[in-house]
């Protein structure tokens, strides 16, 4: 007989050398506004840049900013006054109603990256301006579809995404479209 239990996860313990360079990468974001926040295909996604115009895949015109972090695991926005927006908030009937004030809050007077940590039990910490934080914590539980965390940087860049999964932290390649 099968069980439905989710089995737990092992401990995530990044090594030092790649968790050091990682965090160099996420440096970039520094200085730079959370521009946008979207569900989108059970991922949240948020932008941190500028937005600019863009075609997405399907030609439309759109706005996107060169720098993004997504998750479909545990994520958090933590403010002033006791102001609490995470994963939790979302089910897949997509109730945003929570989020709204904070979406629109992005669009007229984004928050700014002041700080990047990146602890090495996987931890993605963002200060982000007038005491607000932004926070990735991995799934404790075994899942190979989960992205506890993935940055993703400008088009051009070769690389990939930089990710958070059960399997570890690595650049994963993007397929072609």
């Keep these: 007989m099968e069980s439905n239990t989710p089995k737990e996860r092992a401990p995530v313990v990044l090594d030092e050398t790649f968790r050091l360079a990682a965090k160099r990468e996420l ?21 941190i840049g500028e937005q600019k115009p863009k075609k997405n895949h399907k ?14 695991s545990r994520w958090r926005v933590e403010g002033p006054n006791g102001f609490v927006l995470s994963w939790e ?29 990146l602890h090495i039990d996987g931890v993605l910490r963002l200060s982000l301006s007038e005491g607000f934080t932004l926070t990735f914590e991995p799934w404790p539980f075994e899942d190979e579809d989960v992205i506890d965390w993935g940055f ?26």
């Design 152 to 177: 993703m940087p400008p088009d051009d860049d070769t690389r990939g995404d930089l990710r958070l999964t059960a399997e570890g932290l690595g650049w994963h390649p993007i397929p072609p479209r």
């Design 59 to 72: 030609g439309d015109d759109i706005t996107m900013a060169d720098w993004s972090l997504e998750s479909n």
């Design 89 to 117: 908030h979302f089910d897949p009937e997509r109730r945003d109603e929570h989020a709204a004030p904070f979406y629109a809050r992005l669009e007229d007077d984004p928050l700014i990256v002041q700080t990047v940590e």
């Design 27 to 47: 440096a970039v974001l520094v200085g730079k506004p959370l521009s946008d926040m979207r569900r989108y295909v059970g991922y949240q996604n948020f932008e």
